[in-house]
Every structure is written in structure tokens, then in C-alpha cells.
């Protein structure tokens, strides 16, 4: 059975930086996309980043524009581990956020193309 923990939110002040991470059990993913999406109170989910792999040993990470210079995304598939290290936090991206696995590198920034989700770890950020 597949199982996607995440782990590392929590409540910190603007500008300042948190990593999350997601742990997969039950199958290895190195070949898959991996991505992270958030959902703020009263809003859509909405995609963040998403690390795809390119050819054998190469991956390519792509990025929301609210998010794209702040924030990385990473992978250490011999920890079957996905990292998101967020930097020059803001309020706006207090949400919960979640981690995702398709085995398609295509429409990596649309939720239906993920098979496999975390349940989810909130980050807050106060101003």
C-alpha cells in the first residue's frame, strides 16, 4: 500500500524559511513526478512545484510564479524523499500543503494528474 507522510510545517513569521519534506513507503517513485500543491481556507487547491523526470538521471523542476525564486523543490530517491525548501516566506502562502505522485510528466501542474497524496501539513505564516 502506498503511503505519502508529510512532514515540517508549522508557524513562522514572515520572511523567514521552512523545508517540508514527504516520505513515500510502499513503492519507489524515481521514475514518477513528484509535486507539491497547497490549499489555502476558502480557496482551490493550487499547484506550487513539481519535479519530473527528464531522462535517466536528470530531473527538472518547474514552479508557480508566486512561488518561483523563493522556493525549491527536491528529491532523494534513496530516501524515496521529496523536499520543498521555502524561503522569503509570506502570509499569502499559509495553507495546507500536500504531496503528489504521477507517473506522467505531462499537466504536472494539474491536481487530476496525481494518483497518489499526503494528507497534508499546514504552514503558517504570520505578518
Known amino acids: 500500500q502506498v503511503q505519502l507522510v508529510e512532514s515540517g510545517g508549522g508557524l513562522v513569521q514572515s520572511g523567514n524559511s521552512l523545508r517540508l519534506s514527504c516520505t513515500a513507503s510502499?513503492?519507489?517513485?524515481?521514475?514518477?513526478?513528484l509535486a507539491w500543491f497547497r490549499q489555502a481556507p476558502g480557496k482551490e487547491r493550487e499547484f506550487v512545484a513539481a519535479h519530473r523526470r527528464i531522462t535517466e538521471r536528470t530531473y527538472y523542476a518547474n514552479y508557480a510564479d508566486s512561488v518561483q525564486g523563493r522556493f525549491t523543490i527536491s528529491r532523494d530517491n534513496a530516501k524515496n524523499t521529496l523536499y520543498l525548501q521555502m524561503n522569503s516566506l509570506k502570509p499569502e502562502d499559509t495553507a495546507v500543503y500536500y504531496c503528489?505522485?504521477?507517473?506522467?510528466?505531462?499537466?504536472?501542474?494539474?491536481?487530476?494528474?496525481?494518483?497518489?497524496w499526503g494528507q497534508g501539513t499546514q504552514v503558517t505564516v504570520s505578518s
Open positions: 510502499g513503492r519507489t517513485f524515481r521514475r514518477h513526478t
Open positions: 503528489a505522485v504521477s507517473d506522467s510528466s505531462s499537466n504536472y501542474y494539474r491536481s487530476e494528474t496525481y494518483t497518489y
